[in-house]
T-cell receptor, first 115, second 114 residues
Framework: AQSVTQLDSHVSVSEGTPVLLRCNYS??????LFWYVQHPNKGLQLLLK??????LVKGINGFEAEFKKSETSFHLTKPSAHMSDAAEYFC?????????????FGGGTRVLVKP | NAGVTQTPKFQVLKTGQSMTLQCAQD?????MYWYRQDPGMGLRLIYY???????DKGEVPNGYNVSRLNKREFSLRLESAAPSQTSVYFC?????????????FGPGTRLLVL
């Protein structure tokens, strides 16, 4: 079975400061890992994904995440927060041996960006 | 190119009423999915269709039925709505039903069951 834990339900940062969103996963096999972002009253949009290639993954809007198998983590970072980064972020795991593309979502981290 | 579209955007139902949520994609994707989103729980898979003509249960299928009408359209039906089905419903699609494929999401349908 696979599972995802997002360690912070809310994160508050000041504009221009770094953002760190923490994610730990559990998977029996070799997972694919994703970060999706959801702006208020919108659908989800892919930020980045890890599919067993490079462990440091770069995504859109300056975000990146590092896959650390030994720590079962996939934390999302951005060097400098922008007001437009205020949104909810979901860490997602998909186990390649599971039947089909069954995504398991974390509970989400809501990011507040202060001016 | 609209991507994934959902109708309606909002709906209020009384307990026991039925309704169908519609989803369509114009990306020629093979696989489609229905999720519900509840506060603090992320998204949970209700039903999915790996390819046209097939449907399977996800994590929370009770109280729902689906129809893969054709390659473009995948509908979700609530036969007898209950307050526990108050949620935001998202449809998604992927080119293929494999774990590394990106899912593309619609804008969601907000459902309130009184």
């Amino acid at each position: 079975a696979q599972s995802v834990t997002q360690l912070d339900s809310h994160v508050s940062v000041s504009e221009g400061t770094p953002v760190l969103l923490r994610c730990n996963y559990s998977s029996s096999y070799s997972p694919s890992l994703f970060w999706y972002v959801q702006h208020p009253n919108k659908g989800l949009q892919l930020l980045l994904k890890y599919t067993s290639a490079a462990t440091l993954v770069k995504g859109i809007n300056g975000f990146e995440a590092e896959f650390k198998k030994s720590e079962t983590s996939f934390h999302l970072t951005k060097p400098s927060a922008h007001m437009s980064d205020a949104a909810e972020y979901f860490c997602v795991v998909s186990d390649w041996k599971a039947a089909g593309n069954k995504l398991t979502f974390g509970g989400g981290t809501r990011v507040l960006v202060k001016p | 190119n609209a991507g994934v579209t959902q109708t309606p955007k909002f709906q209020v139902l009384k307990t026991g009423q039925s309704m169908t949520l519609q989803c369509a994609q114009d990306m020629n994707h093979n696989s489609m999915y229905w999720y519900r989103q509840d506060p603090g729980m992320g998204l949970r898979l209700i039903y999915y269709s790996a390819s046209e003509g097939t449907t399977d249960k996800g994590e929370v299928p009770n109280g729902y039925n689906v129809s893969r009408l054709n390659k473009r359209e995948f509908s979700l039906r609530l036969e007898s709505a209950a307050p526990s089905q108050t949620s935001v419903y998202f449809c998604a699609s992927t080119a293929a039903d494999s774990p590394w494929e990106t899912q593309y999401f619609g804008p969601g349908t907000r459902l309130l069951v009184l």
